[in-house]
């Protein structure tokens, strides 16, 4: 069966520092890729998304980056924390032909 | 444009109590994909159905049920008899044929009272 991991749980960083959020993916190939972001007491926001290796889509433009280095990792990242990057950070995949997609336990992400 | 909205911001409901969230959408595509997610207070999103745009069929999965209608673009979803456990954010989305994004709507807090 399809596993997502996502890591780690809960961060707390400085602002200025950097970011780097991991999520993987098990018994799947080719998976289609998202990063969401949620604000506290907020929807969902898509800020990435990836239909292969090296193939990313930005929809909001921001300090965040994502890549794709293998098929099944999909990774974000930031150079320089801004206070307003916190939030609850959420990957999820989906297979490719429009299912449903199935979501991390997500990173909850703490500027200070 | 796409969009999917929810109206409801909030909604409590005394245990036992049926309740309806409401979903509308807007798409161009003739093709698209409706779902319903559970996000418990502990974070994850958890799906709990699907919808095909050609399938007006309404579902019953135990105490859930879903009522499409293309006809008012909505897709909403009852839960009967609900149970505290049943207190979480749900969020409608929205899929295109065309497309490889999920639109969500902006979520209906329930809270269950016992």
């Known amino acids: 069966s399809q596993t997502i991991h996502q890591w780690p749980a809960t961060l707390v960083q400085p602002v200025g520092s950097p970011l780097s959020l991991e999520c993987t993916v098990e018994?799947?190939?080719?998976?289609?890729l998202y990063w969401y972001r949620q604000a506290a007491g907020r929807g969902l926001q898509l800020l990435f998304y990836?239909?292969?290796?090296?193939?990313i889509s930005s929809e909001v433009p921001q300090n965040l980056s994502a890549s794709r280095p293998q098929d099944r990792q999909f990774i974000l990242s930031s150079k320089k924390l801004l206070l307003s990057d916190s939030g609850f950070y959420l990957c999820?995949?989906?297979?490719?032909?429009?299912?449903?997609?199935?979501f991390g336990q997500g990173t909850r992400l703490t500027v200070v | 444009a796409q969009k999917v909205t929810q109206a409801q911001t909030e909604i409590s409901v005394v245990e036992k109590e049926d309740v309806t969230l409401d979903c509308v959408y807007e798409t161009r595509d003739t093709t698209y994909y409706l779902f319903w997610y559970k996000q418990p207070p502990s974070g994850e999103l958890v799906f709990l159905i699907r919808r095909n745009s050609f399938d007006e069929q309404n579902e019953i999965s135990g105490r859930y049920s879903w009522n499409f209608q293309k006809s008012t673009s909505s897709f909403n979803f009852t839960i009967t008899a609900s149970q505290v456990v049943d207190s979480a954010v749900y969020f409608c989305?929205?899929?295109?044929?065309?497309?490889?994004?999920?639109?969500f709507g902006t979520g209906t807090s329930l809270t269950v009272i016992p």
């Open positions: 989305a929205l899929s295109e044929a065309t497309g490889n994004q999920f639109y």
């Open positions: 999820a995949w989906r297979a490719t032909g429009n299912t449903e997609a199935f």
């Open positions: 018994g799947t190939s080719n998976p289609n």
């Open positions: 990836s239909v292969g290796i090296g193939q």
